[in-house]
């Protein structure tokens, strides 16, 4: 085991009226803090998805965990071949190179809080993503930035049968 020591000397204080937001309804991003914030020790966003709203496909990470808290609502999040309901104040933590994947559960928004670690610059993948969104850019561009945000996307018929 490896003990990875972050590198910076300042505390971090991100107030909610100077975050970053992406998006809005049905999928809100808040930039929150990158890795380069914390010394590479997390890079952190909250998401708010609307009733039902798709968070994000099946991906995985090969060199970060995953850590999704349940601010409100309720989430479904795919972790290798199982599909979880996380409700208000729980938390799930999907280990690196583990599919995984999560939206709001139907019929109920979902708040949460997403950490990665160790930290990954992510806030361009987020911003990257908003320029899918409004046709920027296509689709297929992700594949080209798969290995610079350790985002590498993956089919699941377990996620794609529960979402139907």
């Given at each position: 085991?490896?003990?990875?020591?972050?590198?910076?000397?300042?505390?971090?204080?991100?107030r909610?009226?100077?975050?970053?937001?992406?998006?809005?309804?049905?999928?809100?991003?808040?930039?929150?803090?990158?890795?380069?914030?914390?010394?590479?020790?997390?890079?952190?966003?909250?998401?708010?998805?609307?009733?039902?709203?798709?968070?994000?496909?099946?991906?995985?990470?090969?060199?970060?965990?995953?850590?999704?808290?349940?601010?409100?609502?309720?989430?479904?999040?795919?972790?290798?071949?199982?599909?979880?309901?996380?409700?208000?104040?729980?938390?799930?933590?999907?280990?690196?190179?583990?599919?995984?994947?999560?939206?709001?559960?139907?019929?109920?928004?979902?708040?949460?809080?997403?950490?990665?670690?160790p930290?990954?610059?992510?806030?361009?993948?987020?911003?990257?993503?908003?320029?899918?969104?409004?046709?920027?850019?296509?689709?297929?561009?992700?594949?080209?930035?798969?290995?610079?945000?350790?985002?590498?996307?993956?089919?699941?018929?377990?996620?794609?049968?529960?979402?139907?």
């Amino acid at each position: 085991m490896s003990l990875f020591v972050p590198k910076f000397d300042e505390t971090v204080l991100v107030r909610d009226a100077e975050a970053e937001l992406i998006g809005g309804d049905p999928v809100a991003v808040r930039l929150l803090a990158d890795s380069s914030a914390t010394g590479g020790a997390l890079s952190t966003v909250r998401v708010t998805l609307a009733e039902g709203a798709d968070g994000a496909r099946p991906h995985l990470h090969r060199h970060s965990a995953e850590m999704f808290y349940l601010l409100d609502g309720a989430a479904d999040v795919l972790s290798g071949e199982d599909v979880v309901t996380a409700e208000r104040g729980d938390l799930v933590v999907v280990p690196p190179d583990r599919p995984h994947a999560f939206a709001a559960a139907p019929g109920t928004p979902a708040d949460l809080l997403i950490v990665i670690t160790p930290g990954v610059e992510r806030f361009e993948y987020f911003r990257h993503l908003q320029r899918i969104r409004l046709g920027e850019v296509t689709p297929e561009s992700l594949l080209e930035v798969q290995e610079l945000y350790d985002n590498h996307f993956l089919r699941s018929a377990v996620w794609d049968g529960r979402r139907r």
